[in-house]
């Protein structure tokens, strides 16, 4: 077999080959003498593994563990069911409330940002520009402060720790030795952010999510500085990165399929139910065709039977939601950008195991609300607006923590149009 590429697109042609030959569930060497790893794309058995049986399917060490250390999404076991559950009510329900007016803030920025840009011509990234929107919004909501130009600069180390992390050396000293220096600059911002919150700093939003870390840890001994830490970069990684690409994927999107953005913005008068449901799909078909959790390992923890086949204990299993969501027998068509399969009734499959860009069951992203509230509201300020025209595109796809394009996006703001080009693979 050859050698992953750097990009991981290796792992993927070797992924759909193993669902093409073996269908949903098929056992496969990773390499040469290797032990079997079981692929999972049927939403049956998706469902089995995460949302039925989380206990008998674990996950391990994770990969980002260098950066998150024993944050919520590399914790496992009481240590992570505790910290899910201090977490969990930050981002559903009343807990959501108190962040719209950090959301709308951060995209107002965003907006005047764009506005600028249109009125100079000025050309700019458009990864980088969502980032920059994705990481203010998750300081807001951590701190109650808006994002300062000096701490933005320290945490762009976040996206240069994470783009490298596939490619960094299975041993873990050396892994960590390799990002020592990116990882000792957001320490330095997280204990500086830590110092600010247990100092009763509330920002002029009133505290933020970090204050309450800080005060778990004045009855709970478990919260030790380090843990803070670990929650807190652990927030601004999965606060941040995945909305980010989201975000780029879906305007790259719209530069391919116009007809989308005009849809969209056709549903109803601004800020009305119609075009916020119109939005919406557009990053749910978005989120289908790249996955936020694109790739989820798992571990067999005992023995069981998985769709008829018997699964010894200590098995690895991937559960690939990238390939569920392409599966034609789900989704009619998988390749097409059509956000209509979540507006038009029956467009959508039923089945909770086909769609799961966020994962399902316990172990799903903690900031699946959050994610989808900041992308509807900063499209709804932005789409309206100057349509960005790409001066160049990816034309490949990177597989690591996340599946973002493989390069600058740059662009400037103009009502005129480049002839789209070609789709990324």
Known sequence: MARWRTDGGELVDLLTLVRERLGGVGAFRPAPGAAPTVLVTDPDAVRHVLAQHPDRYVKRSHRARVLVGDGVLSATGEAWQRQRRLLQ?????????????????????????????????????????????????????????????????????????????????????????????????????????????????????????????????????????????????????????????????????????????AHALAAGPEGSPERQRAVQALVHETLRLYPSAWILPRHAAEADTLAGHALPAGTDLLVCPYLTHRDPELWPEPEDFDPTRFTVP????????????????????????FALRESVTLLEHLLPGPVPRFRSRPHRTAYGLTVRPDGPAPAVLSGAREEPSAPMR
């Open 89 to 261: 009510s930050q981002f559903t329900g009343p807990g959501m409330r108190r962040y719209e007016g950090r959301i709308t803030a951060a995209a107002q920025v965003a907006a005047a940002r764009w506005k600028e840009y249109a009125r100079t011509g000025e050309a700019f990234d458009l990864g980088d520009e969502m980032r920059r929107f994705a990481l203010d919004t998750i300081w807001r909501a951590l701190t109650g402060h808006p994002l300062d130009p000096a701490t933005e600069a320290e945490l762009g180390a976040v996206a240069q720790v994470v783009a490298v992390l596939p490619s960094l050396p299975a041993d873990a000293f050396a892994a960590r030795a390799a990002v020592a220096a990116d990882v000792a600059r957001i320490d330095a911002v997280a204990e500086r952010a830590v110092r600010a919150a247990r100092d009763a700093d509330a920002g002029p939003d009133g505290p933020g999510l970090l204050r309450v870390l800080v005060e778990a840890a004045e009855s709970g001994p478990e919260y030790t500085d380090r843990l803070i830490r670990d929650e807190l970069v652990t927030l601004l990684v999965a606060g941040h990165e995945t909305t980010a690409t989201t975000l780029t994927w879906l305007h790259l999107l719209l530069d391919r399929h116009p007809e989308a953005r």
């Open 346 to 369: 029956g467009r959508r499959p039923g089945h909770p195991g086909a769609y799961l860009p966020f994962g399902i069951g316990p172990r799903a992203c903690l900031g699946l609300q």
